[in-house]
């Protein structure tokens, strides 16, 4: 088994690409305005907005309603023969915050090779997978003849020996595209990488015992992690084991729905980790000092109120406050149904929506999460609680753009 294979990348041909990429759906779920804005311009034109369902209207339209609509959408794009077929890596460039470039690597992965549990497989999920998260995304895929991906695989290169040094000879590769994302999302350029499959072997050399050993103190057999979209693999892995218990094993081997499409990107290589933030609906009296003894600490987490900023103590170790802050959060919501929470990617936008919403809300603004200690974390402590760290601010998280046929 080799856990990575190359895709058969589809790219829309003679069409308006800014109007057809769009940020991840569970982006912005605290700013209506984003999606209104985003639909309003999209208007009529081809675009993955109109196969995905932004999270922001889980539980505003009828789902059965949108899913059909999305599900009708993939075929006639496919009917329309809008794609071109890329048999080979796509190497992406991205532009992000202050001019840096974050590389990556369009591959697919084996949903054989990936568990969100902690079991040792090459391919591991960095959060908790919530379950009841699933079932709309399951519904989505399981009659779907397309994906889009806005998930990222993390590989632990410190050598940046695998995915830069192709980065380093684009300008002799194909550009397939070479454009600016809507919604301030930032350009972004992609290169078919020639003869793909030489490439394979030299990030299954990840798996080599003696730079595991090295790097997490065990043959840990960790290849890559899910560092975002989590709950999109999960889908897809859950989605795979209701088709694969269908087929023979020979018709396994090959069947589209095994593999994900995803974007390959080295740690050390133009990823920021970003705090992801907590903002509380409608809590009572005691929310705060049940906060403080769950954390306590030698450090300090800020609390956003509509009129004023405070401090709690918390533990001077990012990994635990995230956690305590967690766990707490999800125990309390048992207890006090009337309470609510979502979560933010910017603390600027923390505060707008902690002072819009004009009543009893909290605001926490969440530590950062040393990505250097991420993989190492994930392979000798476990998942970290969702909505752990973000990829960038949420303007430069993944947008859907290259597609994928998942049925026969």
């Known amino acids: 088994m080799s856990y990575i294979k190359v895709p058969k990348i589809l790219l829309p041909q003679n069409i308006d690409m800014s109007k057809w990429a769009i940020i991840a759906c569970d982006q912005f779920t605290a700013r209506p305005k984003y999606w209104t804005e985003l639909e309003k311009y999209i208007g009529d034109s081809p675009s993955t907005y109109k196969v995905v369902f932004p999270e922001i209207y889980l539980n505003k339209v009828d789902q059965e309603e949108r899913i059909s609509s999305i599900n009708k959408e993939m075929k006639r794009y496919i009917d329309a023969g809008l794609f071109q077929e890329i048999n080979n890596f796509v190497l992406v460039e991205r532009e992000v915050e202050n001019g840096k470039k974050r590389i990556g690597l369009m591959i697919c992965i084996d949903l054989d090779a990936y568990d969100w549990h902690r079991v040792r497989v090459p391919i591991r999920a960095t959060e908790d997978t919530l379950t009841e998260r699933l079932p709309v995304r399951i519904k989505i895929r399981e009659k779907a003849n397309l994906e889009s991906p806005h998930a990222i695989a993390l590989i632990d290169n410190p050598e940046r020996d695998i995915i830069e040094p192709l980065y380093g000879q684009r300008n002799k590769f ?86 994900m499409l995803v974007e390959m990107i080295n740690i050390y290589s133009g990823v920021d980790f970003k705090p992801i933030h907590r903002i509380v609906y409608n809590p009572s009296s005691d929310f705060l000092s049940g906060l403080s ?46 309470s609510e929470v979502d979560y933010i990617h910017n603390e600027g936008h923390l505060k707008e929506a902690v002072a819009e919403s004009g009543g009893n809300t909290i605001g926490i603004v969440m530590p950062s999460f040393p990505r250097e200690e991420l993989v190492n974390f994930v392979v000798n402590v476990g998942n970290l609680p969702k909505k752990a760290f973000s990829i960038g601010e949420p303007q430069h998280k993944r947008y859907y753009l290259e597609m994928r046929k998942i049925s026969n």
Do not use: C
Not at 295 to 319: C, M, Q, R, T
């Open 293 to 338: 003894k769950e954390l306590n600490g030698e450090s300090n987490v800020k609390i956003v109120f509509s009129d004023h900023e405070d401090e709690i103590k918390a533990p001077d170790i990012a990994s635990y406050t995230i956690m305590g802050v967690q766990k707490y959060i999800e125990k309390y919501l048992k207890e006090n149904p009337q």
């Open 174 to 259: 194909k550009k397939l595209y070479d454009f600016d994302l809507n919604m301030g999302g930032g350009n972004i350029k992609g290169y078919e990488v020639p003869q793909s499959e030489k490439i394979i072997p030299k990030i299954l050399s990840l798996l080599n015992q003696n730079e595991q050993v090295k790097k997490y103190g065990i043959d840990a057999g960790v290849l890559m992690v899910i560092g975002d979209g989590n709950h999109s693999v999960a889908t897809a892995k859950v989605t795979w084991e209701n088709i694969k218990a269908t087929l023979s094993e020979t018709e396994r081997e090959n069947h589209p729905s095994r593999y």
